[in-house]
């Protein structure tokens, strides 16, 4: 679809996974866009929304000058595929002639990470860097054994010069009609035609390695977002031999992640949400509908690890951040400013003795400082003290509560004043350290029930004497009622 005569504030080229992520971001934070992407299957990649326009076709620099001059945005973002030279040019051009500001949003290397799983990033034995596909098949040629091409539909004409390339060359594209045609114009058998959506994870690129029987291993160093520490992994692990064609430039720009920063400027006054989300005990029975509901929809989450392992099903895919400090919570999503909205996650209630409190005074302390202004909301759960008085099947509107989970309480004290007291407590003797106090001070006849493990399959719950309780042990944290 064409969108030209309606003004956008930004206009984004590529189809790639960069691409794809910032038109992603525009439409969370309701910035008006347009995508450029050149093929149809591109297109299909990219959700249509009153945010973002989607602009299909190959465009000379002429051609992307006028839609500019239509569109007339505030800010181009080059986001093409770091082999994408042409168009990078054409994009720089068009921008050069309508005054208007263009960043091109760098890719980054793949090399790195290569290096980092042991799949290798240099050149060694076993990997080869040539400059393009003609000096990658000039490498293969006197070679035997099938050859794996992972670099895309646009240099295959440069394989079909190999002798017996036909029986040789086995390809992965993308599964896009005209790439297809293309290939079965050239005269690719189609079971050496492997039509897949990337990236792949290092087992599947070695599944498919393996399928084909390959001898060789043909791939561009297209970067992380394309997938190419995973490929090299794969090739490294069934002891493949790899050409690599290097990448046709050295490019200055910024990441993904500025260029959301670059665009959060041109959005609406609207805040990124964060939900502090109580999830009750733990037991997937112990969510509210909109704990759920939070869970599901937002971007990111975040929490201790025994908290989001007790909301996986409902965080996959997600990014999460395994960690219960403010501080380092809020630093991970300010730098990630393309995730919409976080959900961390606390166990019971937020309201009851969490650390939701101190999150949102840290969050305006960093706003009134200058910071990212955050909407932060409270999503109510089922609190410790509530279930525990559920499960005794009494009220506890009269209950005093207070916790020793990280802070003083002296139960006696508490007990004197107050007829029934709740207690969060730390696991091990911290229930036992409790009961002998209260026996010191004259409460060994005071009732006690534990709760351990509440809502989980293997819940445990005690009550006796406070006098009875003295040695008594319990893992984890633990709640606690005293009734005089």
């Known amino acids: 679809m064409s969108g030209a005569g309606t003004p ?8 790639t996974t960069e691409g794809r992520q910032l038109a992603d971001f525009c439409g969370q934070r309701g910035i008006r866009c347009a995508v450029c992407v050149v093929s149809s299957y591109g297109e299909e990649l990219l959700p249509e929304t009153e945010w973002v326009r989607r602009e299909t076709g190959a465009r000379t620099a002429e051609e992307m000058a006028k839609l500019l001059g239509q569109l007339w945005p ?3 973002l080059d986001a093409t595929h770091p082999y994408a030279v042409q168009a990078s040019e054409n994009i720089r051009l068009a921008c050069e002639k309508t005054g208007i500001d263009c960043l091109r949003v760098v890719r980054q290397s793949g090399a790195e990470a290569a ?64 790439v297809l045609a293309q290939c ?26 393996q399928a084909v029987q390959a ?13 190419f520490a995973e490929k090299m992994e794969a090739a490294a ?30 959005g609406t006054e609207q805040k990124r949400q964060i939900f502090l989300t109580g999830i009750g005990m733990g037991g997937p029975e112990q969510r509210t509908l909109e704990a759920e509901r939070v869970l599901r929809q937002a971007a990111a989450a975040a929490g201790a690890p025994r908290m ?3 909301a996986g099903e409902l ?39 969490s650390g939701a409190e101190g999150f949102r005074r840290e969050a305006k302390r960093r706003e009134a400082a200058g910071g990212e202004a955050f909407d932060v909301r409270t999503v109510a759960g089922i609190s410790s003290m509530a279930f525990l008085c559920a499960r005794m099947g009494i009220s506890w509107q009269q209950v005093y509560p207070a916790s020793r989970h990280g802070r003083e309480a002296d139960a006696a004290a508490l007990l004197r004043d107050h007829a029934q007291v709740f207690l969060l407590l730390e696991g091990g003797d911290g229930a036992a350290q409790v009961c002998r106090q209260l026996t010191e001070a004259g409460y060994g006849d005071a009732r006690v029930t534990v709760g351990e493990r509440l809502s989980y399959p293997e819940e445990r719950v005690v009550t006796a004497a406070a006098s009875q309780m003295g040695e008594t042990r319990f893992d984890g944290l633990c709640a606690m009622l005293i009734r005089r």
């Open 8 to 15: 956008v504030q930004a206009v984004i080229f590529g189809g």
């Open 74 to 76: 505030v800010l181009v």
């Open 115 to 178: 290096r980092a799983a042991g799949a290798g990033g240099e050149e060694t034995p076993r990997i080869r860097y040539v400059r393009d596909a003609a000096e990658a098949a000039e490498a293969l040629a006197g070679t035997r054994g099938p050859v794996f091409v992972t670099t895309g539909s646009k240099e295959l004409e440069a394989f079909a010069r190999l002798e017996n390339w036909q029986e040789r060359i086995y390809v992965r594209v993308l599964p896009d009609s005209r």
């Open 184 to 209: 079965e114009a050239m005269g690719f058998a189609r079971g050496h035609v492997i039509a897949m959506q990337g990236p792949f994870s290092a087992d599947l690129n070695a599944a498919m390695m």
């Open 215 to 227: 001898a060789y291993l043909v791939t561009k160093e297209s970067g992380a977002a394309g997938g």
């Open 237 to 266: 692990r069934l002891g493949i031999p790899a050409v690599v064609i290097g990448r046709p430039r050295q490019e200055s720009g910024i990441s993904a992640e500025e260029a959301c920063r670059r665009l959060a400027r041109l």
């Open 308 to 310: 989001l392992e007790s």
């Open 315 to 353: 965080l996959k895919g997600k990014p999460v951040y395994a960690g219960y400090g403010s501080e380092g919570i809020l630093d991970w999503f300010e730098k990630h400013p393309e995730l919409a909205s976080l959900a961390v996650v606390y166990s019971g209630d937020p309201g009851f003795y």
